[in-house]
């Protein structure tokens, strides 16, 4: 945030804190002197008159129809009242204690409104304190002469080693490796048709011919692309926000870049160097970011953008052409030919695990880098971006990383769970490169650009953007050429990767003659019987050797399950592979997923608690490292309602109850850890008294959205909560497929021996034909029984939370006066997003008996504005 920016959210929010001091004080005096006066008159009636002429000199006109509503609910008009008085003045039924009780309900609704009072100038204080805790912190960052981390100067060092030093790669044995694996796409289908191969590479020299031009909207659309890559921080940032107001700049720039466009074979970076920062994740990685000019991010991100869109088409043309997707026992032709025959499903159906398994595989996992554009960090923080409250439950318009890794360990679950069922054992291992961006040769990159089609002027544009002069911005040093590695949150850079993965992925596909490897950017898995897991293993292996690459120890791991029993005959089915693998050996550490392990004697996955406790002494750093409130329940909602929520694995069908009860068993931890007996309304009540000199908040308070004058800060407790728990819920569909599978074969079996039957009766020569037995039947069940695929799809589902009960027995609708002002706070409808259905019938009713109402303040006398702008920044990790 700039410093302009800065000092004009200090003067509004400080402008609107001023006007709410002197309401408040106007009210307080007038409700004051209305007590005192009526106080002097001398019977009940008398009080109450002049105590509600009184209110009405005071002009609360939003207040009046909520005073009189909630005083006498039959009669909604004001005036009912006065017309009650005048008839006291003459009927003995309106007695002292109905006038008194009157009298007590309107200073109880004049007590909620002072309170709303108090509650919004306590948020504009909050607010304040906010603001000058960025500023702050802006100060901060400028400071480098501050101590780091010993962890930042380590990772700091590697990061220099391995970005200055060239390493040695034989790149004819790279091009040898790229001929043997491209060999079969090399060949044309028909004689005079290109090959698969030769479409692409002239896919990418089209491209590189006819390259698209900057225009007012792209310079735009990339502006927003530079933003959420999340390059720069502070006045960079925002001066890169405010360039998308000026119509007549971005037509300008747009011209300058076309200019760069057409002299590309001459593009150098800016003169100098560019600085480089390094910022730390809430994973505790360190990442160094490049800090170069915005006009040359924004050059930098079109071009990167237009080579994702046209490799990303490409490769999924060439993957349709060549690729094979099937199952590791597919069914062969002689058996389609007699299942069809017979009256059963042939392996033709698109309703079965294969089919689904690779639908899956083609719209999620298959480039997904290139897919979800500049979502890096959405995927290195563990977090749903932009999540600093209980909104995290619901359909979000677009999949995002974080998404995308719980869909893993849903995938690996419940394939686990149906091949122990299929095969009696499943197998998967997991890996990533050590230093993948920083350690990633030049030299393998240009060899395999090359290969796929990219011509020698783009070529020689990559050399030159990947071997900038870097110096960090504390060094004192001379600028370093960079001759290794890629640089963080450029799109170009996805290309690069992307591109030799795509090979990879590739050769994976060949090998394993139809398995896929699943990854998010360089995180790999694979999974399914032992001997195909070793062959893709042994191909990865093979891959690293050649491309100049190293296999991150720490993440490499692989897990053999075996099931007790099953019913079908795979743990008996030839596996040619596993016969000729006898040598290869995958590797021996424990699979895990976030802060999760796969424990091979259950099945079941557990938590770390060991990992758990060392994010937890990072968590309270973090907390401790704010300057104000609401940064620290920013930072407690970017923890307990994305990092730990994210890690921990959200809940769902195939992962079970005891998942969910293990969920609720961390969080539980988290708690005890920061608060001891405490808890967290507690702990932010306790800290506003005691900063604030105030008599604390309720609890509906901290929980309450913020544009009803609450804090928003999350409790992940409430959904894991309201979860039913059904611990056999997978088991009982697996069951249940068996049973159906079991009717769809018997009554087939009874109508094939009946037709044979009659056959044999009309004619002596017939011989009757035994239908398939149980185990032929059952043989191929991925290629075809679609019960298994409901299964599959049934397994994968998230695990359901329970609406609240909002009326009745906890709250009356009628005193629920604020329900559409609530929901447009929340941005949807309650149904729609149960953790506010809950937060609702949990804290609605202290709410309404507080303040009067569901909304804590008045939201005309709450800095929204500045709050949104605020709120809208990436929280900003201590270092």
Known sequence: MSENVRSTLLQVTKRKFDNLKAEKHRFDEQYKKALEKAKLQENAVERLKTFIKDIEDMKLVADKSAISRHIYPIHPKFDFMHQTLKQAQYDTAITANIVERWQTQLQQKLDQHS?????????????????HSSTNELQEEGNYEKVARKEMHEQRSEWERLAFSQPTIDVQRINAYLEETFKAAGKPEKTGQNSPLQDLRDDMKRLGDHFPRFDKSKVESCIDGVLSADLFTGDKRDSLKDLKKHSNILEEIAHILNQDLDTLETWSWADGHVELDMRRHINGKYRVYMDEELYQAIFLHHIGREWSDQIFDSFTEFREKVWTFQSEFPIDLKSQQRRKKMGCADGRSSDTVSKYRKEIFKNDFWLL????????????????????GGSNEGPKSKTSFSDLKQRILRLITTEMQLQNEFYGSFTVWQSDFKWFGPSLPHETIFAVLKFLGMDEIWLNFVRKFLTPNLRF?????????????????????????????????????????????????????????????????????EFVKIMGLKLNEEKTAATTIAAKATKAPGKNAPNKSSLTLK?????????????????????????????????????????????????????????????????????????????VRL?????????????????????????????????????????????????????????????????????????????KCENDYARMKKKWDEDQLLKSMNSEEHKPKPFLDWQEYISFLEDTESHFECAYMYLMEDCQATCAVLYGSILNESQ????????????????????????????????????????????????LGVVDYLFSEKVRWQG
């Open 816 to 863: 629920f006066n604020g329900l559409h002002k609530f929901e447009e706070a929340i941005g949807c409808k309650r149904k729609d997003n149960k953790y506010w259905d809950r937060i609702l019938a949990l804290y609605g009713e202290e709410a309404v008996e507080t303040f009067g109402t569901l909304s804590l303040a008045d939201p005309s006398n709450l800095p």
């Open 115 to 131: 309170r709303r009072h108090d509650c919004a100038l306590l948020f504009n204080d909050l607010v304040m304190d906010c603001v």
């Open 473 to 541: 911005k504390d060094d004192k040093e001379d600028a370093k050429k960079r001759s290794n590695g890629i640089p963080i949150a450029h799109q170009l850079c996805t290309v690069f990767g992307e591109s030799l993965m795509f090979v990879l992925d590739h050769a994976v596909n060949q090998k394993t003659t139809g398995g896929n490897l699943y990854r998010i950017h360089d995180d790999l898995w694979f999974w399914g019987q032992e001997g195909r897991c070793k062959i893709a293993w042994k191909t990865l292996e």
């Open 663 to 739: 969920c609720m068993e961390a969080f539980h931890t988290v708690q005890k850890r920061l608060f001891g007996n405490n808890n967290l309304a507690t702990h932010v009540s306790n800290r506003i008294k005691s900063e604030y000199k105030t008599v604390g908040i309720p609890d509906c308070a901290v929980y309450f959205p913020k544009r009803l004058g609450g804090l928003e800060a999350h409790n992940p407790l409430i959904i894991l909560a309201s979860i039913s728990e059904e611990d056999d819920a997978a088991q009982e569909m697996l069951k249940e497929s068996w049973n």
């Open 369 to 388: 880098a290139l897919k979800h554009q500049n979502a890096l960090g959405d995927y290195e923080e563990g977090s749903d971006k932009g999540s600093d």
């Open 583 to 659: 040598d290869v050996e995958l590797p021996k550490e424990k699979v895990r997923w976030g802060f999760l392990v796969l424990n091979s004697e259950t099945a079941h996955w557990d938590i770390d608690q060991e990992q758990l406790e060392e994010h937890l002494t990072e968590f309270e750093l973090q907390l401790n490292a704010t300057n104000s409130l609401m940064g620290w329940i920013r930072v407690w909602n970017s923890y307990v309602s994305s990092f730990f929520t994210n890690n921990f694995g959200k809940p769902a069908i195939c992962l079970g109850a005891r998942h």
